[in-house]
């Protein structure tokens, strides 16, 4: 008896081991060509909680979603998706059409060019690539400071050594840069409307004023959180508090 408990727990062990994220996305993926949206959601799911992340899975997670008509939690996919891949082409369309069939609309307040340029640049390279340059940059300045100090040819000398300082901040920079698109990845302290209209607050409580409101979809940035609260800001500068169970972040 206690051999068939082993053999019993043993092949259930590896029935479990063979749900693979590829085997569970292909899986999810059938589900959806199926129109069985909702399996293919609970599917995506299941794969991200098993700490697989990829802007494909949250790409085909939103389009669940949008098949679902779940217009909050598609454009809440979208957003994961192009944090990952910023410049492809089907995200950032699908994106856009889920966007104009959202309820707010607002004028954006426009960011200073060097700000827009730099977060563009910024996002051009995954954080372990940034990583890696600067390693690079970090050996090659090594070797400049090398030539600086065993060479005896004024010249070289001082190419070694003004080769060493540009390309060490260079290696700073873009390991800063890596650290930052870290950040813009991980925690871009933005977070989608889930409630189907909600009121913002003048202040973090129930008998604060009521200012606008917003519905689903909506996407707005995080300041501060108080009790319960989150304190946001709109694309057009309007700020205000609204619970924190009526958003999710990015």
Avoid: C
Wanted: charged share 20%.
């Amino acid at each position: 008896m206690k051999r068939l408990i082993i053999i019993f727990v043993f092949f259930s062990g590896v029935s479990l081991m063979a749900q693979t994220p590829d085997s569970l996305f292909s899986k999810a993926n059938r589900y959806f060509q199926k129109g069985n949206f909702e399996e293919a959601i609970h599917t995506y799911l299941e794969i991200d909680s098993l700490g697989y992340h990829s802007a494909d899975l949250y790409y085909n997670t939103g389009n669940a979603y949008f098949r679902s008509n779940k217009l909050g939690k598609a454009r809440l996919w979208y957003e994961r998706a192009a944090l990952l891949k910023p410049n492809d082409a089907d995200i950032r369309n699908n994106l856009a059409y889920t966007e104009s069939l959202l309820t707010d609309r607002f004028d954006d307040v426009p960011h200073i060019f060097f700000v827009r340029w730099y977060n563009n640049l910024v996002s051009t390279l995954a954080p372990g690539t940034w990583t890696l340059i600067s390693l690079v940059f970090f050996f090659v300045s090594v070797a400049g400071f090398m030539i600086y100090i065993f060479t005896r040819k004024v010249r070289f000398r001082r190419l070694g050594f003004y080769t060493g300082v540009v390309v060490f901040m260079a290696s700073m920079a873009t390991l800063f840069f890596g650290f930052q698109r870290d950040r813009q990845i991980n925690k871009p302290g933005t977070a989608i409307i889930m409630s189907p209209s909600q009121t913002v607050k003048s202040a973090p409580r129930q008998s604060g004023k009521d200012l606008f409101v917003l519905h689903e979809g909506t996407k707005v940035r995080m300041d501060n959180v108080l009790n319960g609260w989150d304190e946001i800001t709109i694309s057009d500068g309007r700020k205000g508090w609204i619970p924190s169970s009526s958003l999710e972040e990015i």
